[in-house]
Nanobody, 130 residues
Framework: QLQLVESGGGLVQPGGSLRLSCTAS????????IGWFRQAPGNEREGVSC????????YYKDSVKGRFTISRDNAKNTVYLQMNSLKPEDTAVYFC???????????????????????WGQGTQVTVSS
């Protein structure tokens, strides 16, 4: 079965940290641009951070720059999102997605236009609250 599986979500206090993982099964991530997206209740899904397949170029939404770091370990078939200095407004369900042959910024931005991606994970809840 070809799928992406996210893990690492949870409840954390403001200022805390979490590391999300996105692992592929049934296929390898090497040739895919990978993105982390989030969706809060009542909001559209938005691109948070994306990483290219070949040269690991990265893109970040402005509100997470300096706090979040995306990375990939192709040997482990996994992409990570390290989230530091978390804020209540970061609360959302976080999804990862994969698509081939797409620029890293486009990967993150085009989701709001209903762009299709090759694979989506099921999502992991991140709640930032005291």
């Amino acid at each position: 079965q070809l799928q992406l599986v996210e893990s690492g979500g949870g409840l954390v206090q403001p200022g805390g940290s979490l590391r999300l993982s996105c692992t592929a099964s049934g296929f390898t991530l090497d040739s895919y641009t990978i993105g982390w997206f989030r969706q809060a209740p009542g909001n559209e899904r938005e691109g948070v951070s994306c990483i290219s397949s070949s040269d690991s170029k990265t893109y970040y939404k402005d509100s997470v720059k300096g706090r979040f770091t995306i990375s990939r370990d192709n040997a482990k078939n996994t992409v990570y999102l390290q989230m530091n200095s978390l804020k209540p407004e970061d609360t959302a369900v976080y999804f990862c997605a994969a698509r081939e042959r797409i620029a890293v910024q486009a990967m993150c931005v085009l989701v709001k236009y209903g762009y299709e991606y090759d694979y989506w994970g099921q999502g992991t809840q991140v709640t930032v609250s005291s």
